[in-house]
């Protein structure tokens, strides 16, 4: 019998599921400054939190669980309709025709796809079964799925198949999907073989476009994904100063049509 069935959460219990849900992701140490207490007090709370399903824990800290953010994969297709279109049809924009380009998984960069419809004379490499599903049999439009385990619900290709793939390619441009950005600006996701295939489309691509709505900016999650090549965050408003200075790289602001 599990002890912790007919115990209610406490106080502190419930303003930390509060919290990682806002921000998608937190460190004990973080936590413990927050609570005013030790880390040891906190990871309690986290053992009992994840015994009890509401939240995930991760080495270092607790998170929204896995199963939550891949069930919500057709709930996000519905959210932040209007950001998603104006920021896909900026990234578009932004690519010429000719382009080699590569695109990642997610919601966003599946708009991006929809927007890159409207082009000719692309060659397209795709890590997403469900961006391959919307540019499938496009007039003036190259084709090719990555090959790779399929993972989750979003239809994902990942594995050491796809990364060994990607070392063989070079893209004019790289359209990556992003969860939240770590305090020193570092994007960020949660599912390290997403991250992975991630890394290495960046390090194949001359230019990247990381693609996200705004409230992207004020949440962390849990793998970064840093990079010494240059990147362009293209979303519909503005980050705080004090997050967008230290971004690393430009961030783009896809204004609304007049």
Do not use: C, W
């Not at 009890?52 to 080495?59: A, I, K, P, W």
């Amino acid at each position: 019998m599990d002890v912790h069935a007919e115990e209610p959460i406490t106080d502190r219990q419930a303003r930390i599921v509060e919290i990682v849900t806002a921000q998608g992701f937190a460190t004990l140490e973080n936590l413990a400054r927050t609570f005013g207490v030790s880390t040891q007090s906190v990871r309690r709370d986290i053992i009992r939190l994840d015994a009890d399903g509401l939240l995930q824990r991760f080495h270092g800290g607790v998170g929204v669980r896995e199963t939550a953010v891949r069930l919500g994969y057709n709930e996000k297709q519905t959210v932040a309709m209007d950001a998603k279109r104006r920021i896909a049809e900026h990234a578009a924009s932004l690519i010429p025709e000719g382009s080699v380009v590569f695109l990642d998984v997610g919601t966003t960069v599946e708009a991006v796809a929809e927007a890159l419809r409207k082009k000719g004379r692309l060659r397209i490499f795709t890590s997403s079964l469900a961006a391959a599903g919307l540019l499938a049999g496009r007039t003036g439009i190259d084709l090719f799925v990555l090959g790779g385990a399929v993972r989750g619900i979003d239809g994902s290709v990942v594995g050491e198949t796809t990364i060994a793939m990607l070392g063989r390619l070079r893209f004019d441009f790289a359209v990556i999907g992003f969860s939240g950005v770590d305090r020193d600006g570092t994007p960020m996701d949660y599912d390290l073989e997403k991250v992975a295939v991630k890394q290495a489309a960046i390090e194949q691509a001359a230019s990247t476009l990381v693609v996200g709505d705004s409230s992207k900016f004020r949440k962390t999650a849990v793998v970064r994904f840093a990079t010494a090549n240059p990147l362009v965050f293209v979303t519909e408003a503005r980050p705080p100063d004090s997050i967008s200075d230290k971004v690393l790289g430009q961030v783009v602001v896809a204004e609304p049509r007049a």
